[in-house]
């Protein structure tokens, strides 16, 4: 069982920047793809950016890339959103989620979901 922890969602003005946080319980957080997905109101659930465990590869949604970058420090099993040059469209609960496995996934088949961080970017 995993548990995830979103942090540092907030306001911001257009063209600021937010570092999103997500902390995982458990020892075998290097052996889990991270993602992270944003749901907009009155829309799906968006798949943002995914990390493989060893971080060394990354995929990015063509609307963020360019802007945000995804990291993870296994060290303190903690995955990271850097979201620069926001938005109004990039309005959303921003989720973290864990996949027990190697393939960079952009569905929402993962298996474990953070309860989520409100970002709101104002223009």
């Known amino acids: 069982q995993v548990q995830l922890v979103e942090s540092g969602g907030g306001l911001v003005q257009a063209g600021g920047s937010l570092r999103l946080s997500c902390a995982a319980s458990g020892r075998t957080f290097s052996r889990y793809t991270m993602g992270w997905f944003r749901q907009a109101p009155g829309k799906e659930r968006e798949f943002v950016a995914a990390?493989?465990?060893?971080?060394?590869?990354?995929y990015y949604a063509d609307s963020v890339k360019g802007r945000f970058t995804i990291s993870r420090d296994n060290a303190k099993s903690t995955a990271y959103l850097q979201m620069n040059s926001l938005k109004p469209e990039d309005t959303a609960v921003y989720y973290c989620?864990?996949?027990?496995?190697?393939?960079?996934?952009?569905?929402?088949?993962?298996?474990?979901w953070g309860q989520g961080t409100q970002v709101t970017v104002s223009s």
């Open positions: 989620a864990a996949r027990y496995s190697i393939v960079l996934v952009t569905t929402t088949d993962y298996d474990y």
């Open positions: 990390i493989r465990g060893s971080g060394g590869n990354t």
